[in-house]
Nanobody, 123 residues
Framework: QVQLVESGGGLVQAGGSLRLSCTAS????????LGWFRQAPGKEREFVAA???????DYAVSVKGRFTISRDNAKNTVYLQMNSLKPEDTAVYYC?????????????????WGQGTQVTVSS
């Protein structure tokens, strides 16, 4: 069982930045593939960014060039640096773990989920 705890959410003005963190339990963090997803009010949860064991990354088109996913295996932590935030980025952000090689972009491919952290971007 892997437990995930997100932090770093909050209220920010449009154009501002936030950095989300997600710390995972377990000794084998370096083996995990990791992702960030988000769910806005009244919408389905959607893919934001993913990072593989070897730190290959991929992003949703809507955040590419503004968000950066990274990992620190020594700290069992994955980050999501969010710059140039827009009101449409407002959502609950979730981190997730999968146990396979490579990148995974679909929610169904992830095995463990955090409880989420709220990000609100005001206009």
């Amino acid at each position: 069982q892997v437990q995930l705890v997100e932090s770093g959410g909050g209220l920010v003005q449009a154009g501002g930045s936030l950095r989300l963190s997600c710390t995972a339990s377990g000794r084998t963090f370096s083996w995990y593939g990791l992702g960030w997803f988000r769910q806005a009010p009244g919408k389905e949860r959607e893919f934001v960014a993913a990072i593989s064991r070897s730190s290959v990354t991929d992003y949703a088109v809507s955040v590419k060039g503004r968000f950066t996913i990274s990992r620190d295996n020594a700290k069992n932590t994955v980050y999501l640096q969010m710059n140039s935030l827009k009101p449409e980025d407002t959502a609950v952000y979730y981190c997730a773990v999968h146990l396979d090689y490579g990148l995974r972009l679909k929610q169904s491919e992830y095995n463990y989920w955090g409880q989420g952290t709220q990000v609100t971007v005001s206009s």
